[in-house]
């Protein structure tokens, strides 16, 4: 049986003109179908359109090319039914400085025209779910960067979307509150069934919780899988041996290549050729292989009887930054060298 997917565009672009009238290429020939219900991330460095697409999808912005339907909706032609089905949490805060949480979160309510009654319960839902009651009489100005993000997920949440965006949710927080954030989100998901389309910086966070990873660079969609299939297909296991052996000659190190090469062939890994040094203690190899947990013994076990000897093993699962390395040829945390620890989240916009 095939569904409508939540999230599906055609060719979607942005071009905005740029500096002495260049013109800028944000988001280019974006095609996607995004079914309800998997946990979807939008990863790329700085620049690479993400947050230009989401606004896109969310009506904010409009597109200059292609086309995208959201909850079966053109976001040009149906703009309102699509605002109607979606939350949108921006990287900015929603929440405004002086107004108390609960107030907030109300007005939020009759923005959307829901009744009193309704408004009031949706509202304290809210409260609790995301753990707010004992802050719902603060003015958001005086909460900490974690706790006024979570006010900002329940302004997004005050429609009861099926569908909710969210850019960078939890960039700026401590890791404390990151994984507080993460815990409420999946909490919300299941309790509301629903579908979050969501872009972070942090790798960990998509490796753990995405089930579906987009990965975009310079506009363009390079990369569409599961964390755990991207990392099989582009990256691989990584093993790392120092070899001793018997002779010490060129050819025993010719040997040793030998063996770990076809190891890495035997794996269905790419013919890569294993990079070698010199150390103290031995030759050291590292190569790329799949399943590298089966690899790595039987390796170590035909080295042996072929009289080398292995003293030191290691096997590292790849990352998603491994993967993106693989991609585009850079780490995406060159783009963000030591993440912030705990920024205050910057005033301003937020949820529709
Ligand atoms: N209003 C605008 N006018 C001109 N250029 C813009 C505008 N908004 C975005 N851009 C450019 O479009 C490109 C994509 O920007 P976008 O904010 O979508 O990237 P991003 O992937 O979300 O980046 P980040 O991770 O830093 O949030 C960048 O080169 C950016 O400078």
């Known amino acids: 049986m095939t569904t409508t997917p939540i999230i599906s565009a055609r060719g979607l672009s942005k071009r905005f003109r740029g500096p002495a009238g260049a013109a800028v290429v944000a988001v280019s ?98 409260l609790e779910v995301l753990e707010l009651g004992e802050l719902a009489d603060r003015p958001t100005m005086k909460l900490s960067g974690g706790q006024r993000r979570r006010v900002d997920i329940a302004l ?25 954030l993460w815990a409420h989100l999946i909490t919300l998901r299941e309790r509301y069934e629903m579908t979050l389309f969501l872009t972070t910086h942090y790798l960990d966070e998509a490796d753990q919780f995405a089930e579906r990873v987009l990965v975009v660079d310079r506009g363009r969609l390079i990369a ?33 290549a030998h063996l770990v090469r076809r190891a890495a062939r035997e794996s269905g890994a790419p013919d890569a050729e294993p990079t070698l040094a010199e150390t103290a203690v031995g030759t050291r190899l590292a190569i790329s292989v799949h399943h590298g947990d089966r690899v790595l013994p039987r390796l170590v076990l035909d080295l042996h009887a072929s009289g080398h000897h292995v003293v030191a093993a290691e096997l590292a699962r790849p990352t998603l930054d491994d993967v ?6 850079r780490s995406l945390r060159e783009d963000h060298p030591g993440e912030p620890a705990a920024d205050p989240i910057p005033a301003t916009a937020g949820a529709l």
């Open 156 to 180: 997004g949440l005050i429609a009861a979307p099926r569908l909710l965006f969210l850019d960078e949710p939890s960039t700026g927080l401590d890791p404390q509150s990151r994984a507080h």
């Open 224 to 256: 569409d899988d599961s964390p755990a299939g991207l990392k099989a297909r582009l990256a691989g296991d990584r093993i790392t041996l120092t070899v001793t052996s018997d002779s010490g000659s060129a050819s025993a190190t010719d040997d040793v």
């Open 29 to 126: 020939d974006l095609t996607m179908d995004v079914e309800a219900g998997p946990l979807t991330a939008f990863l790329g460095p700085n620049g690479a359109g993400k947050s230009t697409s989401l606004r896109m999808l969310t009506t904010l912005l409009e597109p200059t090319g292609g086309t995208a339907r959201v909850c079966g909706f053109d976001v040009a032609q149906q703009p309102a039914e699509v605002r109607a089905r979606i939350g949108y949490i921006g990287q900015k805060n929603g929440a405004g400085q002086y107004q108390r949480v609960r107030d907030e979160l109300l007005s939020q309510g009759a923005l959307y025209g829901l009744g009193r009654v309704e408004r009031r319960r949706r509202v304290d839902e809210l």
């Open 324 to 329: 993106f390395l693989t991609l585009t040829g």
